[in-house]
Protein backbone atom coordinates (compact mmCIF):
# COMPACT_ATOMS: atom_id res chain seq x y z
CA UNK A 1 0.00 0.00 0.00
CA UNK A 2 1.30 3.61 -1.03
CA UNK A 3 1.60 5.98 2.01
CA UNK A 4 2.44 9.34 2.21
CA UNK A 5 6.26 10.12 3.05
CA UNK A 6 6.91 10.90 7.13
CA UNK A 7 10.35 12.00 6.20
CA UNK A 8 12.09 13.96 3.61
CA UNK A 9 15.93 13.13 2.63
CA UNK A 10 18.46 15.41 0.60
CA UNK A 11 21.69 14.19 -1.14
CA UNK A 12 24.41 16.33 -1.56
CA UNK A 13 27.05 14.25 -3.70
CA UNK A 14 30.02 16.76 -2.94
CA UNK A 15 32.52 16.60 -0.79
CA UNK A 16 35.91 19.15 -0.18
CA UNK A 17 38.05 15.99 -0.50
CA UNK A 18 37.25 12.28 -0.54
CA UNK A 19 37.95 10.12 3.52
CA UNK A 20 40.33 7.40 2.19
CA UNK A 21 37.73 4.82 3.63
CA UNK A 22 34.43 6.52 1.90
CA UNK A 23 32.25 4.61 -0.70
CA UNK A 24 29.69 7.08 -0.98
CA UNK A 25 28.28 8.49 -3.54
CA UNK A 26 29.96 11.82 -2.88
CA UNK A 27 32.44 13.12 -5.18
CA UNK A 28 35.61 15.43 -4.76
CA UNK A 29 36.91 18.23 -7.29
CA UNK A 30 33.87 18.32 -9.74
CA UNK A 31 33.92 22.01 -9.84
CA UNK A 32 31.41 25.15 -9.11
CA UNK A 33 29.78 24.94 -12.57
CA UNK A 34 28.58 21.42 -11.65
CA UNK A 35 27.23 22.16 -8.19
CA UNK A 36 25.52 24.96 -9.61
CA UNK A 37 23.90 22.55 -12.31
CA UNK A 38 23.34 19.43 -9.72
CA UNK A 39 21.26 22.51 -7.61
CA UNK A 40 18.91 23.25 -10.21
CA UNK A 41 18.06 19.72 -11.27
CA UNK A 42 17.76 19.09 -7.82
CA UNK A 43 15.01 21.72 -7.47
CA UNK A 44 12.96 20.55 -10.64
CA UNK A 45 13.11 17.29 -9.25
CA UNK A 46 11.35 18.68 -6.59
CA UNK A 47 9.13 20.25 -8.52
CA UNK A 48 8.45 16.92 -10.12
CA UNK A 49 7.97 14.62 -7.26
CA UNK A 50 7.02 16.62 -4.30
CA UNK A 51 4.29 15.03 -3.53
CA UNK A 52 2.46 13.08 -0.91
CA UNK A 53 4.32 14.42 1.95
CA UNK A 54 2.87 14.57 5.17
CA UNK A 55 2.61 18.19 6.89
CA UNK A 56 5.46 17.45 9.52
CA UNK A 57 7.70 15.37 7.40
CA UNK A 58 11.53 15.04 8.73
CA UNK A 59 14.04 16.78 6.95
CA UNK A 60 17.46 15.46 6.37
CA UNK A 61 19.98 17.39 4.23
CA UNK A 62 22.79 14.39 4.51
CA UNK A 63 25.67 13.32 1.69
CA UNK A 64 28.76 13.88 0.81
CA UNK A 65 28.89 17.00 2.65
CA UNK A 66 25.61 19.23 1.68
CA UNK A 67 27.47 22.50 3.85
CA UNK A 68 29.94 22.73 0.61
CA UNK A 69 26.96 23.85 -0.96
CA UNK A 70 26.90 27.99 -0.81
CA UNK A 71 24.23 29.72 1.37
CA UNK A 72 22.56 30.93 -1.87
CA UNK A 73 22.00 26.91 -3.34
CA UNK A 74 20.72 25.55 0.48
CA UNK A 75 17.95 28.34 0.22
CA UNK A 76 17.32 27.81 -2.93
CA UNK A 77 16.43 24.31 -2.34
CA UNK A 78 14.62 24.74 0.77
CA UNK A 79 12.85 27.51 -0.74
CA UNK A 80 12.03 24.90 -3.83
CA UNK A 81 10.94 22.32 -0.89
CA UNK A 82 8.91 24.56 0.97
CA UNK A 83 7.18 26.30 -2.33
CA UNK A 84 6.15 22.76 -3.16
CA UNK A 85 4.61 21.86 0.16
CA UNK A 86 7.81 19.10 1.20
CA UNK A 87 8.73 21.34 3.96
CA UNK A 88 5.85 22.08 6.26
CA UNK A 89 6.66 22.82 9.50
CA UNK A 90 9.14 19.49 10.22
CA UNK A 91 9.18 17.76 13.74
CA UNK A 92 13.05 18.12 12.92
CA UNK A 93 15.02 19.48 10.15
CA UNK A 94 18.66 17.63 10.13
CA UNK A 95 21.86 19.56 8.34
CA UNK A 96 25.12 17.26 7.99
CA UNK A 97 27.90 18.95 8.07
CA UNK A 98 32.00 18.66 7.78
CA UNK A 99 33.49 20.54 10.55
CA UNK A 100 35.44 21.80 7.90
CA UNK A 101 33.08 23.33 5.90
CA UNK A 102 30.89 25.89 8.61
CA UNK A 103 31.84 29.52 10.00
CA UNK A 104 28.99 31.33 12.21
CA UNK A 105 27.65 32.98 9.37
CA UNK A 106 26.52 29.98 7.64
CA UNK A 107 25.74 28.04 10.87
CA UNK A 108 23.11 31.41 11.83
CA UNK A 109 21.84 31.31 8.17
CA UNK A 110 20.96 27.33 8.76
CA UNK A 111 19.13 28.26 11.43
CA UNK A 112 17.03 30.75 9.72
CA UNK A 113 16.36 28.48 7.12
CA UNK A 114 14.50 26.64 9.77
CA UNK A 115 16.94 23.66 10.29
CA UNK A 116 16.75 22.81 13.91
CA UNK A 117 19.55 20.37 14.12
CA UNK A 118 23.19 19.68 13.02
CA UNK A 119 24.98 16.39 12.78
CA UNK A 120 28.26 17.29 12.53
CA UNK A 121 31.01 14.56 10.90
CA UNK A 122 33.31 14.64 13.57
CA UNK A 123 34.71 10.68 13.74
CA UNK A 124 37.84 11.77 16.22
CA UNK A 125 39.28 14.42 18.28
CA UNK A 126 42.69 12.62 17.60
CA UNK A 127 44.41 14.97 14.47
CA UNK A 128 46.56 11.72 13.75
CA UNK A 129 43.79 9.60 13.23
CA UNK A 130 41.75 12.30 11.40
CA UNK A 131 44.85 12.48 9.54
CA UNK A 132 45.45 9.31 8.57
CA UNK A 133 42.07 8.70 6.93
CA UNK A 134 41.93 11.93 5.27
CA UNK A 135 39.36 13.92 7.07
CA UNK A 136 40.00 17.85 6.13
CA UNK A 137 39.13 18.88 9.85
CA UNK A 138 41.41 19.01 13.22
CA UNK A 139 40.10 18.04 16.65
CA UNK A 140 40.34 21.81 17.17
CA UNK A 141 38.14 22.89 14.16
CA UNK A 142 35.38 19.69 15.53
CA UNK A 143 35.12 21.28 19.03
CA UNK A 144 35.25 25.11 17.67
CA UNK A 145 32.15 23.76 14.84
CA UNK A 146 30.24 22.37 17.77
CA UNK A 147 30.51 26.10 19.89
CA UNK A 148 30.28 27.92 16.66
CA UNK A 149 26.72 25.50 16.28
CA UNK A 150 25.57 26.56 19.94
CA UNK A 151 26.32 30.05 19.35
CA UNK A 152 23.81 30.13 16.64
CA UNK A 153 21.28 28.50 18.32
CA UNK A 154 21.46 24.52 17.89
CA UNK A 155 20.86 22.97 21.02
CA UNK A 156 20.46 19.36 19.20
CA UNK A 157 23.91 18.56 17.88
CA UNK A 158 24.64 15.25 16.72
CA UNK A 159 28.67 14.02 16.45
CA UNK A 160 29.55 11.24 14.53
CA UNK A 161 32.55 9.23 15.62
CA UNK A 162 34.24 6.31 14.41
CA UNK A 163 35.42 3.22 16.20
CA UNK A 164 38.69 1.22 14.83
CA UNK A 165 40.77 4.00 13.31
CA UNK A 166 44.08 2.96 12.13
CA UNK A 167 45.95 3.97 15.52
CA UNK A 168 42.87 4.51 17.81
CA UNK A 169 43.51 3.09 21.20
CA UNK A 170 40.85 2.70 23.85
CA UNK A 171 42.59 5.53 25.29
CA UNK A 172 41.96 8.15 22.77
CA UNK A 173 38.95 6.74 22.06
CA UNK A 174 37.84 7.47 25.72
CA UNK A 175 39.26 11.01 25.29
CA UNK A 176 37.66 11.76 22.05
CA UNK A 177 34.07 10.78 23.60
CA UNK A 178 34.90 12.72 26.66
CA UNK A 179 35.30 16.14 25.41
CA UNK A 180 32.23 15.19 23.23
CA UNK A 181 29.62 14.81 26.10
CA UNK A 182 31.43 17.89 27.68
CA UNK A 183 30.42 20.03 25.10
CA UNK A 184 27.15 19.21 25.84
CA UNK A 185 25.60 17.78 22.46
CA UNK A 186 22.36 15.86 22.84
CA UNK A 187 23.18 13.18 20.35
CA UNK A 188 26.26 10.44 19.47
CA UNK A 189 26.25 7.89 16.82
CA UNK A 190 29.25 5.77 16.74
CA UNK A 191 30.40 3.78 13.94
CA UNK A 192 32.96 0.86 13.65
CA UNK A 193 35.13 1.35 10.35
CA UNK A 194 34.21 -0.91 7.61
CA UNK A 195 36.47 -1.47 5.43
CA UNK A 196 34.60 -0.90 2.19
CA UNK A 197 36.32 -2.81 -1.27
CA UNK A 198 37.67 -0.82 -3.73
CA UNK A 199 38.26 2.81 -1.25
CA UNK A 200 41.89 3.99 -0.69
CA UNK A 201 42.29 2.51 2.72
CA UNK A 202 41.63 -0.99 1.77
CA UNK A 203 44.45 -0.64 -0.82
CA UNK A 204 46.62 0.99 1.48
CA UNK A 205 45.63 -2.39 4.41
CA UNK A 206 46.64 -4.42 1.88
CA UNK A 207 50.03 -2.85 1.13
CA UNK A 208 50.95 -3.04 4.92
CA UNK A 209 50.92 0.78 4.93
CA UNK A 210 48.08 1.41 7.40
CA UNK A 211 47.30 -1.48 9.94
CA UNK A 212 43.60 -1.46 11.60
CA UNK A 213 43.24 -2.61 14.99
CA UNK A 214 43.04 -6.08 15.71
CA UNK A 215 39.96 -8.08 16.54
CA UNK A 216 40.83 -7.81 20.04
CA UNK A 217 41.48 -4.07 20.21
CA UNK A 218 38.35 -3.58 18.42
CA UNK A 219 36.80 -5.42 20.67
CA UNK A 220 37.87 -3.34 23.43
CA UNK A 221 36.68 -0.16 21.59
CA UNK A 222 33.71 -1.18 21.30
CA UNK A 223 33.17 -2.11 24.99
CA UNK A 224 35.38 1.51 26.12
CA UNK A 225 32.61 3.53 23.79
CA UNK A 226 29.47 1.20 25.46
CA UNK A 227 30.86 1.16 29.14
CA UNK A 228 31.60 5.10 28.77
CA UNK A 229 28.44 6.48 27.02
CA UNK A 230 26.56 4.27 30.01
CA UNK A 231 27.91 6.55 32.65
CA UNK A 232 26.75 9.41 30.65
CA UNK A 233 23.21 11.43 30.29
CA UNK A 234 22.98 10.00 26.94
CA UNK A 235 21.50 6.84 26.46
CA UNK A 236 21.65 4.28 23.46
CA UNK A 237 18.92 3.95 21.48
CA UNK A 238 19.84 2.06 18.42
CA UNK A 239 22.98 -0.45 17.91
CA UNK A 240 24.96 2.99 17.37
CA UNK A 241 23.21 5.89 18.55
CA UNK A 242 23.27 7.30 21.76
CA UNK A 243 20.63 10.01 22.73
CA UNK A 244 19.62 12.45 25.47
CA UNK A 245 16.24 10.98 26.08
CA UNK A 246 13.75 13.07 23.67
CA UNK A 247 16.52 14.28 21.44
CA UNK A 248 16.51 10.91 19.19
CA UNK A 249 17.27 11.44 15.56
CA UNK A 250 13.59 11.55 14.89
CA UNK A 251 14.25 11.13 11.11
CA UNK A 252 16.49 8.10 11.44
CA UNK A 253 13.58 6.49 13.45
CA UNK A 254 11.92 6.34 10.71
CA UNK A 255 14.00 4.42 8.86
CA UNK A 256 14.21 1.69 11.67
CA UNK A 257 10.03 2.30 11.78
CA UNK A 258 10.13 1.54 8.36
CA UNK A 259 8.08 4.18 7.66
CA UNK A 260 7.63 5.61 4.28
CA UNK A 261 10.32 8.55 2.96
CA UNK A 262 11.26 10.47 -0.16
CA UNK A 263 14.91 10.68 -1.34
CA UNK A 264 15.91 13.60 -3.43
CA UNK A 265 19.14 13.94 -5.44
CA UNK A 266 21.59 12.06 -7.19
CA UNK A 267 21.68 8.37 -5.60
CA UNK A 268 18.79 8.99 -2.80
CA UNK A 269 16.75 5.95 -1.72
CA UNK A 270 12.36 6.58 -1.56
CA UNK A 271 10.68 3.94 -0.35
CA UNK A 272 6.93 4.97 -0.15
CA UNK A 273 5.39 1.77 1.48
CA UNK A 274 5.43 -0.60 -1.24
CA UNK A 275 8.43 0.14 -3.62
CA UNK A 276 11.85 1.30 -3.48
CA UNK A 277 13.58 3.74 -5.62
CA UNK A 278 16.89 3.68 -6.04
CA UNK A 279 18.32 7.13 -8.02
CA UNK A 280 20.94 7.08 -10.31
CA UNK A 281 24.41 7.44 -8.53
CA UNK A 282 26.56 9.51 -10.75
CA UNK A 283 25.88 13.48 -10.69
CA UNK A 284 25.78 13.30 -14.25
CA UNK A 285 23.48 11.00 -15.04
CA UNK A 286 21.41 12.27 -12.45
CA UNK A 287 21.61 15.99 -13.85
CA UNK A 288 21.07 14.47 -17.53
CA UNK A 289 17.80 12.36 -16.77
CA UNK A 290 16.44 14.78 -14.50
CA UNK A 291 16.63 17.59 -17.36
CA UNK A 292 14.86 15.40 -20.09
CA UNK A 293 12.40 14.59 -17.55
CA UNK A 294 9.41 16.04 -18.73
CA UNK A 295 6.27 16.40 -16.84
CA UNK A 296 5.07 13.16 -15.03
CA UNK A 297 3.84 10.41 -16.39
CA UNK A 298 1.97 7.26 -15.04
CA UNK A 299 4.49 5.03 -13.11
CA UNK A 300 5.06 1.95 -14.93
CA UNK A 301 5.97 -1.37 -13.11
CA UNK A 302 9.00 -1.40 -11.67
CA UNK A 303 11.57 -4.21 -11.46
CA UNK A 304 10.77 -7.00 -9.07
CA UNK A 305 13.71 -8.03 -7.14
CA UNK A 306 14.57 -9.94 -3.81
CA UNK A 307 18.26 -8.18 -3.21
CA UNK A 308 18.56 -4.33 -3.53
CA UNK A 309 18.97 -3.32 -6.89
CA UNK A 310 22.49 -1.56 -7.77
CA UNK A 311 22.56 1.96 -8.40
CA UNK A 312 22.66 2.46 -12.23
CA UNK A 313 24.62 4.53 -14.15
CA UNK A 314 24.16 6.63 -17.41
CA UNK A 315 23.65 3.75 -20.10
CA UNK A 316 21.32 2.16 -17.44
CA UNK A 317 19.44 5.41 -17.14
CA UNK A 318 18.35 5.52 -20.41
CA UNK A 319 17.05 2.49 -20.28
CA UNK A 320 14.99 3.37 -17.76
CA UNK A 321 13.75 6.59 -19.21
CA UNK A 322 12.06 4.27 -21.58
CA UNK A 323 10.45 1.99 -18.71
CA UNK A 324 9.82 4.41 -15.78
CA UNK A 325 8.50 7.50 -17.12
CA UNK A 326 7.53 8.90 -13.74
CA UNK A 327 11.11 7.88 -12.21
CA UNK A 328 13.77 8.56 -15.10
CA UNK A 329 16.53 8.84 -12.67
CA UNK A 330 17.00 5.33 -11.16
CA UNK A 331 15.30 2.21 -11.08
CA UNK A 332 11.68 1.39 -9.34
CA UNK A 333 12.23 -2.00 -7.33
CA UNK A 334 9.10 -3.85 -6.42
CA UNK A 335 9.42 -5.37 -3.02
CA UNK A 336 8.08 -8.69 -2.10
CA UNK A 337 5.45 -8.99 0.97
CA UNK A 338 8.49 -10.93 2.08
CA UNK A 339 11.06 -8.39 1.53
CA UNK A 340 8.63 -6.05 3.39
CA UNK A 341 8.83 -8.29 6.12
CA UNK A 342 12.23 -9.27 6.67
CA UNK A 343 13.30 -4.92 6.70
CA UNK A 344 10.85 -4.23 9.25
CA UNK A 345 12.07 -7.21 11.30
CA UNK A 346 15.75 -6.36 11.29
CA UNK A 347 15.41 -2.61 11.39
CA UNK A 348 13.02 -2.57 14.21
CA UNK A 349 15.24 -5.15 16.21
CA UNK A 350 17.73 -2.35 15.85
CA UNK A 351 16.46 0.25 18.37
CA UNK A 352 16.92 -0.61 21.74
CA UNK A 353 12.92 -0.80 21.90
CA UNK A 354 13.00 -3.64 20.27
CA UNK A 355 10.18 -4.95 18.00
CA UNK A 356 6.39 -4.21 18.69
CA UNK A 357 5.29 -7.81 18.42
CA UNK A 358 1.35 -6.23 18.20
CA UNK A 359 2.30 -3.66 15.50
CA UNK A 360 4.55 -6.82 13.62
CA UNK A 361 1.00 -8.29 13.87
CA UNK A 362 -1.21 -5.82 12.47
CA UNK A 363 1.17 -4.55 9.56
CA UNK A 364 1.77 -7.78 8.40
CA UNK A 365 -0.10 -10.19 10.13
CA UNK A 366 3.20 -12.07 11.32
CA UNK A 367 3.05 -13.74 14.45
CA UNK A 368 6.89 -13.40 14.76
CA UNK A 369 7.52 -16.05 17.43
CA UNK A 370 5.22 -18.61 15.51
CA UNK A 371 7.31 -18.11 12.95
CA UNK A 372 10.82 -17.82 14.30
CA UNK A 373 10.84 -18.73 17.63
CA UNK A 374 12.34 -21.89 17.36
CA UNK A 375 15.79 -20.23 15.84
CA UNK A 376 15.05 -17.16 18.44
CA UNK A 377 15.16 -19.16 21.53
CA UNK A 378 18.79 -19.76 21.24
CA UNK A 379 19.86 -16.25 21.16
CA UNK A 380 17.40 -15.90 24.22
CA UNK A 381 19.34 -18.41 26.22
CA UNK A 382 22.42 -17.35 25.23
CA UNK A 383 21.13 -13.85 26.77
CA UNK A 384 21.31 -11.72 23.74
CA UNK A 385 17.73 -11.31 23.45
CA UNK A 386 14.63 -11.21 25.49
CA UNK A 387 11.20 -12.11 24.60
CA UNK A 388 8.01 -10.48 25.83
CA UNK A 389 5.13 -12.58 25.01
CA UNK A 390 2.65 -10.43 23.06
CA UNK A 391 4.35 -6.94 23.58
CA UNK A 392 7.94 -6.59 22.43
CA UNK A 393 11.24 -8.69 21.40
CA UNK A 394 14.43 -6.67 22.02
CA UNK A 395 18.32 -7.10 21.91
CA UNK A 396 20.28 -6.86 25.30
CA UNK A 397 23.44 -5.05 25.39
CA UNK A 398 25.61 -8.89 24.63
CA UNK A 399 22.54 -8.78 21.55
CA UNK A 400 23.82 -5.22 20.32
CA UNK A 401 26.93 -6.35 20.06
CA UNK A 402 26.31 -9.71 17.79
CA UNK A 403 23.38 -8.10 16.42
CA UNK A 404 24.10 -9.17 12.53
CA UNK A 405 23.91 -12.82 13.72
CA UNK A 406 20.63 -12.37 15.19
CA UNK A 407 18.98 -10.41 12.04
CA UNK A 408 19.82 -13.59 10.14
CA UNK A 409 17.43 -15.91 11.15
CA UNK A 410 14.37 -13.48 9.20
CA UNK A 411 16.30 -13.63 6.21
CA UNK A 412 14.31 -16.29 4.20
S1 LIG B 1 33.09 13.78 4.31
FE1 LIG B 1 31.73 11.98 4.51
S2 LIG B 1 30.81 11.67 2.49
FE2 LIG B 1 32.56 13.05 2.23
S3 LIG B 1 34.23 11.72 1.66
FE3 LIG B 1 34.33 11.97 3.89
S4 LIG B 1 33.13 10.26 4.73
FE4 LIG B 1 32.63 10.43 2.53
Same mark, same amino acid.
Given at each position: ?????????????????????????????????????????????????????????????????????????????????????????????????????????????????????????????????????????????????????????????????????????????????????????????????????????????????????????????????????????????????? #?? *???????????? %???? !? &?? +? @????????????????????????????????????????????????????????????? #?? *???????????? %???? !? &?? +? @?????????????????????????????????????????????????????????????????
Amino acid at each position: MQLDYEGVYVHTPFCMQKCLYCDFASYAGLGASVQERYVTDLCREIRLRGQSVRSGATIFFGGGTPTVLTTAQLTRIVTALKQQGVWRQPAEATMEANPGTIDLAKLQALRQLGFDRLSLGVQSLNDTELKTVGRIHTAAQALEAIRLAQQAGFTRINADVITGLPGQTAASLQSTLTRLVDTGLTHLSVYSLILEPGTPLEKLVAAGTVTLPDEDLEAELYQTAVEFLQKTTLQRYEVSNY #AV *PGQESLHNLLYW %HYRP !Y &LG +L @GAAAVSFNGQDRFNAVRTVAAYCEAVEQAAVPAPVTPGITTRAGVKDTAAAATVAAVATTP #AY *PWGQVETLAEQD %HLEE !Y &LF +L @GLRTTAGLNLKEAWERFHCDVWVRYGQELQTFVDQGCLVYEPGRRLFLTSKGLRFGNRIFEVFID
